[in-house]
C-alpha cells in the first residue's frame, strides 16, 4: 500500500469528523473513511490493504480497522479471502453484467410501486435533489443516493431499496470513475419530468438507457484493469526471466 492510499484515507478521516455528529462512533468515521478512498480509487484494484499501515495514518489501533474491513467485504468492496489479506476487490465482466441484470429488474419494479403513489412533495424534492446531484456529480457524499431513495421511495419499500443500494455499492468504484469521464447533463431532471407527467413508459425507458449506459462505461473500466494486470505480469515473468 502506497503513501497515497494512506494520505487519502487521512484526508477522509478528517472529513467525516468534521461533518460527524458526536454520537457517531469511532468504528463508524474509520469504516466511512476507508470506504471512501475504495470507492474514489486511492487503492488500486487488487491492492493489499495493511491493518497497521491504516490505523497508523488514521490515528487509530488495528481494532476499529479490522472491523471496518468486515464491513466492507460484506459491501463486496474488499476481499478478506486472498492470501495476501484484505485486498481491493476486482470483478469481472460477468460479474458487473449480472449485478446491472439484477438492478435493471429491481429499479424498474421499484419506479412502478413508486411511481404509483408519489405526490408533489416528493417530486418537488426530488428535482431538488435532482440540482444537487448535477452540481456535485463527482463526490462520494452527495445528493445521489438520496435522489434514488426518494425516486424508488425508500420510505414504504425500505428492503427494495437497501438492496439496490448493495448492488450499486458493489460497483461504486468503477461508477465513480466512469462518472469522472461524463457528464449526465440533465438526466435527472428529464427522469423527474416524466414521472411528474405519470409518464410510467417513459420513466422506464430513461432508467434502462441510463443503466445501459453505465454498463458499458464500466465494462470500458474493467477491459482497461484487466490489460494493464496483464502487462503488469508479462514484465514481472520478463523481469524474473532476466534474473535467471
Do not use: C
Not at 65 to 82: H, K, M, N, W, Y
Not at 115 to 143: G, H, K, N
Amino acid at each position: 500500500m502506497d503513501s497515497h492510499g494512506a494520505q487519502a484515507v487521512r484526508e477522509a478521516m478528517t472529513r467525516h469528523r468534521a461533518r460527524a455528529h458526536r454520537s457517531v462512533s469511532l468504528g463508524a468515521l474509520v469504516y466511512q473513511s476507508l470506504r471512501e478512498a475504495v470507492l474514489t480509487g486511492a487503492f488500486r484494484p487488487g491492492e493489499p490493504l495493511r491493518q497497521e499501515v491504516l490505523a497508523l495514518a488514521l490515528g487509530v489501533s488495528r481494532v476499529p480497522v479490522r472491523s471496518a474491513f468486515i464491513q466492507l467485504e460484506a459491501d463486496g468492496l474488499i476481499d478478506l479471502t486472498d492470501p495476501r489479506g484484505a485486498v481491493v476487490r476486482t470483478h469481472s465482466a460477468r460479474e458487473a453484467r449480472e449485478n446491472y441484470e439484477m438492478r435493471e429488474l429491481l429499479e424498474v419494479h421499484a419506479l412502478r410501486r413508486s411511481m404509483a403513489t408519489m405526490t408533489p412533495a416528493r417530486i418537488a424534492r426530488l428535482r431538488l435533489l435532482s440540482a444537487e446531484a448535477d452540481a456535485q456529480r463527482t463526490t462520494v457524499v452527495d445528493a445521489r443516493s438520496e435522489f434514488y431513495r426518494e425516486l424508488f421511495d425508500a420510505e414504504n419499500n425500505p428492503g427494495l431499496v437497501e438492496m439496490l443500494e448493495l448492488l450499486r455499492m458493489r460497483l461504486g468504484r468503477y461508477i465513480i470513475g466512469w462518472r469522472f469521464k461524463h457528464d449526465h447533463g440533465h438526466a435527472h431532471d428529464r427522469l423527474v419530468d416524466a414521472v411528474e407527467a405519470g409518464d410510467e413508459e417513459l420513466a422506464v425507458q430513461l432508467v434502462r438507457a441510463h443503466l445501459a449506459e453505465v454498463i458499458e462505461g464500466i465494462l470500458a473500466i474493467i477491459a482497461e484493469e484487466e490489460r494493464a494486470a496483464a502487462l503488469t505480469r508479462d514484465l514481472h515473468q520478463v523481469s524474473g526471466g532476466g534474473q535467471r
